[in-house]
């Protein structure tokens, strides 16, 4: 399948933004997801953006999309510690029904 | 709230070991997937159910089989387990609805196969 591409690390300082990004393959996409899994856990949905919009905020958490790159970022504001976690951004794939493609995550590590 | 409960999350398995790993979900979702995850290789689909005794291969199936007998349950099934097969396994589920793909994950099940 196509490659979902995502740095595989980042380091933040507690109160800092942290900015993850993901570059994703398929421009017709209908969604783009970020997950977050915290350790020995599954993933949660964190949010996720239309692929016509180009920006959504949800509290800390603010998502740009760049369709013509085909870049997607995830900001967070304010970082925390319960913030360290890996990190995922996913793609739809058009007419799959159900299938998601997703990256490889990055680990966020977020020092006092 | 969707709910997705895996049956264990530690095994610890000898090679050649028939293993299942059981996943149900309480929100009546048409889809159900089984993932491997292993470091810096993220999520890989290992296969894939669109309606119950329907399943689609994923990206990497070898070794693997699954068996959906009803809606709620989507069970994987490694045949002779292998090392190589260690592995943390994540099942999730979504509603099949075009243009609504969120997938919601169980807590997933640690593999230690020695």
């Known amino acids: 399948g196509e490659d979902v591409e995502q740095s595989l690390f980042l380091s933040v300082r507690e109160g800092d933004s942290s900015v993850i990004n993901c570059t994703y393959t398929?421009?017709?996409?209908?969604?783009l997801y970020w997950y977050k899994q915290e350790p020995g856990a599954g993933l949660q949905l964190l949010t996720y953006?239309?692929?016509?919009?180009d920006m959504k905020q949800d509290q800390r958490l603010t998502v740009l999309l760049n369709k013509k790159d085909k870049h997607l970022s995830l900001r967070i504001a304010d970082t925390q510690t319960g913030d360290s976690a890996i990190y995922f951004c996913?793609?739809?794939?058009?007419?799959?029904?159900?299938?998601?493609?997703f990256g490889a995550g990055t680990q966020v590590v977020v020092t006092p | 709230d969707v709910k997705v409960t895996q049956s264990s999350r530690y095994l610890v398995k000898r090679t050649g070991e028939k293993v299942f790993l059981e996943c149900v979900q309480d929100?009546?979702?048409?889809?159900m997937f089984w993932y491997r995850q292993d470091p810096g290789l993220g999520l890989r689909l290992i296969y894939f159910?669109?309606?119950?005794?329907?399943?689609e291969k994923g990206d990497i199936p070898e070794g693997y089989s699954v068996s959906r007998e009803k809606k709620e349950r989507f069970s994987l099934i490694l045949e002779s387990a292998s090392t190589n097969q260690t592995s943390m396994y994540l099942c999730?589920?979504?509603?099949?609805?075009?243009?609504?793909?969120?997938?919601?994950f169980g807590p997933g099940t640690r593999l230690l196969v020695l």
């Open positions: 999730a589920s979504s509603p099949r609805r075009r243009g609504t793909e969120t997938q919601y």
């Open positions: 398929d421009s017709s996409s209908t969604y």
């Open positions: 953006i239309f692929s016509n919009m």
């Open positions: 996913a793609e739809s794939i058009t007419d799959s029904w159900g299938k998601l493609q």
């Open positions: 929100m009546d979702h048409e889809n």
């Open positions: 159910s669109y309606d119950v005794k329907m399943k």
